[in-house]
């Protein structure tokens, strides 16, 4: 544990166990509207309680909880008693007493925010998401400020885990009308829109943010570039992240640099939508700006997936001055080596350059099946089989479910004369497939 969490952990249990001694000790508490309330622990042994409280702040969990049960014995009604067991079960990793103790302190004293708090934790950490988002609900009403935009966030995002994505959508709404430049809180009201699948509510929510929110351009397009990053492994962004780019275009006109970078997005989602012609248009006008430069991550980016679509279209030669193109500007850039090489090595041209690539992104993430892969196919190419069929074993053994590992390690089997090896290879890549 470093310095800084171990302070925290002493500020906590020194918080605790000042807490817990007020609350137990004291025979009248003093609300925050002025009540008095009469409190039943006056006749609390304070040794037993101070010594209990001291060991929990020390980490000597087992012997506070020792402690608080035989106080427990004659105070079965003593809600702080319970809710400081349930904090040092939760510190020993034993929730389910922890859970019983918190439901406890809760059902004695509802309306301690405290007691509420630790039971909408524990709720959380059991999975039990439904019971957690009514707690925090409730919390939400006795919060003000940043207290309760905290619990806002955390309740929205119980709903979003939830599939509730109307009550979430509902949640962040609340939050961001109090608090229109929570950045992290309109990112997951977008998330609850799309996993909606309501592209009209996703719509009244971008309207609402360019109105409300206090985000800067760069933040706008940060905003874009998560969600063209998600398009690629969830198709239902695609959408969405269309509308951003559509967004910034008409609140920003005029704007040569993001011009650029809304071009190069563009083309990523076109990409993932799988129309890689008009992507080609779009990157192509990107990376021959004189403007793409400036932008160093448009311009890797850009060119990068370009070189994708042209492999994917068949334009190998293109595919390659690309890669060596984005190897001069950033040499030790491993996934270009890589593909440089198998895009060499598929076409059987500059076999020794392929290898040299291929080993030198091996060499810097040996554990990489797919740079693995590579290498064991230029070493195919080349007539070393035997090479060959050693890097492509280790490649399987990291990654047993890549199909086109498994096609390559049969043909090299074929090659060396082991044709019923290669045929059993072949079967397992069908299973696969």
């Keep these: 544990m470093n310095l800084r969490c171990l302070m925290q952990s002493r500020i906590k249990r020194c918080a605790l166990l000042c807490a817990v001694i007020f609350l137990v000790l004291s025979p009248r508490l003093l609300l925050s509207n002025g009540i008095m309330l009469s409190d039943s622990l006056a006749d609390v042994s304070r040794r037993e309680v101070v010594a209990a409280s001291l060991q929990s702040a020390k980490g000597e969990y087992q012997g506070a909880i020792d402690r608080y049960q035989k106080l427990l014995i004659t105070q079965p009604n003593n809600a702080a008693l319970h809710y400081a067991l349930s904090n040092a079960y939760m510190d020993l990793g034993i929730i389910d007493s922890a859970r019983v103790h918190s439901e406890k302190s809760v059902q004695l004293d509802p309306d301690n925010k405290y007691y509420g708090k630790l039971l909408a934790v524990i709720s959380h950490q059991m999975n039990n998401y439904r019971q957690a988002a009514d707690r925090y609900r409730q919390l939400a009403t006795l919060e003000q400020g940043e207290g309760k935009s905290r619990l806002l966030f955390t309740l929205g995002q119980l709903y979003l885990q939830t599939a509730q994505y109307d009550?979430?959508?509902?949640?962040?709404?609340?939050?961001?009308?109090?608090?229109?430049?929570?950045?992290?809180?309109?990112?997951?009201?977008?998330?609850?829109?799309?996993?909606?699948?309501?592209?009209?509510?996703?719509?009244?929510?971008?309207?609402?943010?360019?109105?409300?929110?206090?985000?800067?351009?760069?933040?706008?397009?940060?905003?874009?570039?998560?969600?063209?990053?998600?398009?690629?492994?969830?198709?239902?962004?695609?959408?969405?992240?269309?509308?951003?780019?559509?967004?910034?275009?008409?609140?920003?006109?005029?704007?040569?640099?993001?011009?650029?970078?809304?071009?190069?997005?563009?083309?990523?989602?076109?990409?993932?939508?799988?129309?890689?012609?008009?992507?080609?248009?779009?990157?192509?006008?990107v990376v021959r700006s004189k403007n793409a430069k400036m932008e160093k991550w448009l311009y890797l980016q850009a060119n990068s997936t370009l070189a994708l679509c042209y492999d994917k279209l068949g334009y190998y030669d293109k595919c390659i001055r690309l890669y060596g193109r984005i190897l001069r500007v950033e040499p030790d850039n491993v996934l270009m080596m890589n593909n440089l090489a198998y895009i060499l090595a598929g076409q059987g041209k500059e076999l020794l350059r392929a290898k040299t690539l291929a080993m030198k992104a091996v060499s810097r993430e040996p554990a990489n099946a797919s740079y693995l892969d590579t290498l064991g196919w230029v070493l195919f190419k080349m007539g070393r089989y035997e090479q060959a069929r050693e890097m492509l074993e280790k490649a399987v053994r990291l990654n047993s479910s890549e199909v086109e590992i498994f096609e390559h390690l049969s043909k090299v089997y074929e090659k060396l004369g082991n044709t019923p090896k290669a045929f059993e290879i072949l079967e397992r890549a069908k299973q696969i497939k």
């Design 167 to 285: 009550l979430a959508i509902q949640t962040f709404r609340e939050l961001l009308h109090d608090n229109p430049g929570a950045l992290s809180a309109w990112l997951a009201l977008f998330e609850s829109s799309v996993h909606s699948g309501n592209n009209l509510a996703f719509r009244e929510d971008l309207l609402l943010f360019y109105s409300t929110a206090h985000a800067s351009i760069d933040q706008r397009i940060e905003l874009v570039r998560l969600f063209v990053v998600r398009s690629s492994k969830e198709r239902a962004y695609i959408e969405p992240a269309n509308l951003m780019i559509d967004a910034i275009q008409k609140h920003h006109p005029g704007n040569p640099r993001l011009t650029l970078m809304l071009q190069g997005l563009k083309g990523e989602l076109l990409f993932q939508a799988g129309h890689t012609k008009e992507a080609v248009r779009f990157f192509e006008r």
